[in-house]
């Protein structure tokens, strides 16, 4: 039985049920209240309750019977009425389940528990459609990145075929450093697929502590580049993945430090707290960037500027894993340029309670 033959019926039983109980109500008052006999001095009025019985009954039947008919005609079309909306939201998500992930419901009319479920359904539909275009963005990048040095270490094989007199040595370096990016963009992309999968175990972590590991680590790098690094800050204790948790903040001050000034350049690491959380600041001089293409950075594949260290250049995925990290963790990544050149990233994560 279809839902809208249900409530027909339930309507249907509800009239018959009042009815019945109405009726009812009135042979009682027959019954017991009306006097059976003479009920007047001048003996010109009788009442025979018997008679009056057997004529309510046929006027009963007949009352019932126009009630049944009324309750499911009018059921019938006022359950067509109030499911309206439930058949364009099955419509909907028919072709969602097609792979038509452009329609919207938009249902129309006040704001019940069917507007709000269509209105939940299209943004459902939107976020949806948002995703599933990024995969693909993310797919199709992907395949250029990893197409790009087996593209380069077969045209360097077959120099190396038609050119026996070439250098040995320089084709195995140019080689190493090929597939050194690869195996970089690889792991890149499976630290990626983690994040987004959220396949990792939570443990207390303090994320200064993980900001001391980051400096240590990457001091030498900085000092190489003529970068100085300032770290300070407070006991900050969160819960998460300690290993993501440190990727995240190793690729925030490893390009903090590659996408920087020339000469004389700073980067400032700061750990602070906030009402129900803990925040991983990173600020660094740099070229002057604008909000529109501060705001794409995070997209994988994406570059604000050109590196000022191109032997330092990564895989385009550093702020992408980054996001993903946070999302993982349930913070917010927040991105700002820096008026005087440079961008300022704030982390921020659940304090552990």
């Known amino acids: 039985m279809s839902v809208r033959l249900k ?21 009682v008052f027959y019954l017991w209240f009306l006097p059976d ?15 009056l019985l057997r004529a309510f009954v046929p006027f009963v039947a007949v009352v019932m019977a126009f009630l049944l008919t009324v309750g499911l005609v009018g059921g019938w079309l006022l ?10 939201i099955t419509a909907a998500t028919r072709m969602a389940a097609n792979g038509s992930l452009a329609h919207r419901i938009r249902l129309p009319g006040r704001a019940d528990e069917f507007r709000e479920l269509a ?38 094989l077959d120099v ?23 195996i970089d963009l690889t792991e890149a992309l499976l630290v990626l697929s ?3 999968q959220r396949s990792f175990t939570r443990e207390p972590v303090d994320l200064s502590l993980l900001v001391e590991e980051a400096a240590e680590t990457l001091l030498p790098l900085a000092e190489r580049l003529g970068v100085t690094l300032y770290i300070s ?32 350049g700073t980067v400032a690491v700061t750990t602070s707290f906030v009402p129900n959380g803990v925040l991983l600041t990173v600020e660094n001089t740099g070229e002057t960037l604008t909000p529109p293409s501060v705001s794409t950075l995070v997209e994988p594949f994406r570059r604000g500027t050109e590196r000022i260290r191109t032997h330092h ?21 927040t991105l700002v340029p820096r008026p005087t050149g440079g961008l300022r990233v704030t982390v921020q994560l659940p304090a552990r309670s």
Do not use: K
């Not at 050119?163 to 090929?178: E, I, K, M, N, Y």
């Not at 925030?252 to 004389?264: G, R």
């Open 7 to 27: 409530l027909t019926l339930s309507y249907a039983g509800f009239i018959m049920v009042v009815g019945a109980l109405l009726c009812g109500a009135v042979c």
């Open 37 to 51: 006999g003479l009920i007047s001095t001048s003996g010109n009025f009788w009442i025979d309750r018997a008679a």
């Open 79 to 88: 359950a067509g009425w109030m499911l309206a909306p439930l058949t364009r």
């Open 119 to 156: 209105d939940a359904f299209d943004t459902m539909l939107t976020r949806l459609a948002a995703h599933v275009a990024e995969q693909q963005r993310f797919a199709a990048n992907a395949s250029h990145e990893l197409r790009t040095p087996l593209a380069i270490t077969q045209a360097l």
């Open 160 to 182: 190396a075929r038609n050119d026996p007199t070439q250098d040995a040595g320089d084709l195995a370096d140019r080689l190493h450093a090929v597939n050194a990016r690869a």
């Open 194 to 196: 983690r994040a987004d």
């Open 233 to 264: 800050g407070d006991v900050t204790p969160t819960i998460g993945s300690p290993a993501l948790l440190l990727h995240l903040t190793m690729n925030l001050v490893h390009n903090a430090i590659v996408h920087n000034v020339p000469e004389h």
């Open 313 to 333: 250049a990564g895989v385009g995925l550093g702020l992408a894993i980054v996001n993903s990290i946070t999302r993982a963790h349930a913070g917010t990544l």
